[in-house]
């Protein structure tokens, strides 16, 4: 299985980015995908999640701001950014929890989105 995120890049603060991930290889199906990021200099954080029944879990941090989805028809999720701060300046990483002949999590290569002042 792997994952294949893009849609990085440096926007102004204000501006927007829309990430996405595209899961691809042999399985049957996925249950959770979603986002996590790490800053410089920060530990790892969680900042929103979609199961295959549509249920989502968000950072307060970008509560309001930020939407995750999914298209199960292509195995790919998506993370719309939008009133982007510098805080959120960060290596984006997304993660799939997919069922082969196990239950197994994935991570993809992470994509760097920078926030300018």
């Known amino acids: 299985v792997q994952l294949q995120a893009s849609g990085g890049g440096l926007v102004q603060a204000g501006g927007s980015l829309r990430l996405s991930c595209a899961a691809s290889g042999r399985f049957y199906s996925i249950d959770v995908m979603g986002w996590h990021r790490r800053a410089p200099g920060k530990q790892r954080e969680l900042v929103a999640t979609?199961?295959?029944?549509?249920?989502?879990n968000i950072a307060q941090s970008v509560k309001g701001r930020f939407t995750i989805s999914r298209d199960n028809a292509k195995n790919t999720v998506y993370l719309q950014m939008n009133s982007l701060k510098p805080e959120d300046t960060a290596v984006y990483y997304c993660?799939?929890?997919?069922?082969?002949?196990?239950?197994?999590?994935?991570w993809g290569q992470g994509t760097q989105v920078t926030v300018s002042s």
């Open positions: 993660y799939a929890w997919v069922r082969t002949n196990a239950y197994n999590g994935y």
């Open positions: 979609i199961a295959s029944g549509d249920s989502i």
